[in-house]
T-cell receptor, first 113, second 112 residues
Framework: SQQGEEDPQALSIQEGENATMNCSYK?????LQWYRQNSGRGLVHLIL???NEREKHSGRLRVTLDTSKKSSSLLITASRAADTASYFC?????????????WGLGTSLAVNP | DTAVSQTPKYLVTQMGNDKSIKCEQN?????MYWYKQDSKKFLKIMFS???????INETVPNRFSPKSPDKAHLNLHINSLELGDSAVYFC???????????FGQGTRLTVV
């Protein structure tokens, strides 16, 4: 079955630096979404990019999508300690009335003050 | 107000017991989900309910059964709990176009 794969699995940076996480997938998609999960908490939706979009911005977040390479990247600029969390990508494929949602394993980001 | 709430937050129980986790959403969404997150943080979708009909049912043991009394609730009932069922279970909901899912805070289930 299709699985999103994020890399790196773990990333440790200093506050103020940029963090880049990548996600690859295997089949066609309608959209791709990024989520954040703080330790012990639920997931929070960050940003959605449609299959016909190449780049999207939201505050300090920048997401790119390359459907030819079946990959996406999430860039967090000017990172803060509060950005420490796990980040997941999820691909969505509509099939009739069904929505197939495939999750990656996540990237654990540690931002050191 | 919490958009998606699930209870309990923590659940410790013995092998062989039957337990339920409750989920409620006040967003008016038409689809609700249950996910299992294992120790490696891999999220696996277990069930999806749309207007009280099961539309996605991944290959999970039939000891797990979703129950939806109404559009705003999707409870997860687990029979004969096993050690391998220990995980964090997340409930989520989404609107018609699925522009993003709203997640509950998770229920950490520990089977001893």
């Amino acid at each position: 079955s299709q699985q999103g794969e994020e890399d790196p699995q773990a990333l440790s940076i200093q506050e103020g630096e940029n963090a880049t996480m990548n996600c690859s997938y295997k089949t066609s998609i309608n959209n791709l979404q990024w989520y954040r999960q703080n330790s012990g908490r639920g997931l929070v939706h960050l940003i959605l990019i449609r299959s016909n979009e190449r780049e999207k911005h939201s505050g300090r977040l920048r997401v790119t999508l390359d459907t030819s390479k079946k990959s996406s990247s999430l860039l967090i600029t000017a990172s803060r300690a509060a950005d420490t969390a796990s980040y997941f990508c999820a691909t969505v494929l509509y099939a009739g009335n069904n929505r197939k949602l495939i999750w990656g394993l996540g990237t654990s980001l540690a931002v050191n003050p | 107000d919490t958009a998606v709430s699930q209870t309990p937050k923590y659940l410790v129980t013995q092998m062989g017991n039957d337990k339920s986790i409750k989920c409620e959403q006040n967003l008016g969404h038409d689809t609700m989900y249950w996910y299992k997150q294992d120790s490696k943080k891999f999220l696996k979708i277990m069930f999806s309910y749309n207007n009280k009909e099961l539309i996605i049912n991944e290959t999970v043991p039939n000891r797990f059964s979703p129950k939806s009394p109404d559009k705003a609730h999707l409870n997860l009932h687990i029979n004969s709990l096993e050690l391998g069922d220990s995980a964090v279970y997340f409930c989520a909901s989404s609107g018609t176009s699925f522009r993003g899912a709203f997640f509950g805070q998770g229920t950490r289930l520990t089977v001893v």
